[in-house]
């Protein structure tokens, strides 16, 4: 729960004085807000429903159920490890990477693996947009289908990735790679190149998120939340993994045709 509650703090930033008065809340009283309804807690907090609604979405969940569902699954989870014998340090995290990646291999979707390959085949150029700690994925499927012969980049600047995006055309291939699918920036060139009818793909490490909305394929890796103190420490091996699928697929099927 500590770790969830720390991954919700980080939305502060983003949110406004009403939406951080219900977040604050909900970091201060997790127990409550799993048991509560959304009526019985705008009460509490003098908040409109409408308010808690759009703050869940803002911190990353399709609703104020699925907030509840996600505080109550980490509760039970927590039960679970602290019944289960213990693993050694190095083991128990092995184990999450483990399950990370079983849980992302199975929930593969062929078809839409094809139908991201074939947005690489129709694409002039393709731009890869990441920020911050899913940079390296992009940098390193941008250098994987270079080596194939298809033009594209991935770019380090933000300032860099706005203009690209503005200049961008439905010709063209935007790969956005984000843990969260709430990154700020990230959401901003999705909503440029949304409106400038980009074809789009999703890498992302959750299930819920706005930009799952902005884009038009989105494949969702499973990533656990991992913090040693302050330092993120969550994989991003899963984004890689369905980025390289993708690429795979995409060169097969030019060497077919």
């Known amino acids: 729960m500590k770790i969830l509650l720390k991954r919700l703090a980080q939305y502060k930033g983003e949110l406004s004085q009403l939406?951080?008065?219900?977040?604050?809340?909900?970091?201060?009283?997790?127990?409550?807000?799993?048991?509560?309804?959304?009526?019985?807690?705008?009460?509490?907090?003098?908040?409109?429903t409408a308010t808690i609604s759009r703050t869940c979405k803002r911190i990353g969940f399709s609703g104020f159920q699925d907030l509840k569902y996600t505080l109550n699954k980490d509760s039970e989870q927590e039960l679970y490890e602290a019944a289960?014998?213990?693993?050694?340090?190095?083991?128990?995290?092995?184990?999450?990477?483990?399950?990370?990646?079983?849980?992302?291999?199975?929930?593969?979707?062929?078809?839409?693996?094809?139908?991201?390959?074939?947005?690489?085949?129709?694409?002039?150029?393709?731009?890869?947009?990441g920020v911050g700690a899913s940079l390296p994925t992009c940098i390193d499927a941008a250098r994987k289908l270079t080596f194939s012969?298809?033009?594209?980049?991935?770019?380090?600047?933000?300032?860099?990735?706005?203009?690209?995006?503005?200049?961008?055309?439905?010709?063209?291939?935007?790969?956005?790679?984000?843990?969260?699918?709430?990154?700020?920036?990230?959401?901003?060139?999705?909503?440029?190149?949304?409106?400038?009818?980009?074809?789009?793909?999703a890498i992302v490490g959750r299930k819920s998120s706005r930009l799952k909305d902005l884009v038009n394929i989105t494949f969702h890796a499973q990533i656990q939340n991992c913090y040693l103190g302050d330092l993120d420490m969550s994989s991003r091996f899963p984004l890689s993994i369905l980025l390289d699928f993708i690429i795979l697929t995409a060169i097969e099927s030019r060497k077919k045709s």
């Open 19 to 48: 939406e951080k008065q219900v977040l604050d809340y909900i970091i201060a009283n997790p127990e409550q807000i799993a048991n509560s309804s959304l009526n019985a807690l705008a009460k509490n907090l003098f908040i409109s």
């Open 149 to 201: 012969g298809t033009i594209c980049n991935a770019r380090e600047d933000w300032d860099e990735l706005r203009c690209v995006a503005k200049r961008l055309s439905s010709k063209d291939l935007a790969i956005l790679v984000s843990y969260s699918g709430e990154t700020a920036h990230i959401l901003e060139f999705a909503a440029i190149l949304k409106e400038r009818n980009v074809k789009t793909i």
């Open 84 to 129: 289960k014998p213990s693993l050694s340090f190095l083991s128990s995290h092995m184990e999450r990477v483990q399950q990370e990646i079983e849980w992302t291999l199975e929930h593969i979707n062929e078809a839409q693996i094809q139908k991201a390959a074939n947005f690489i085949h129709e694409s002039n150029f393709i731009e890869f947009f």
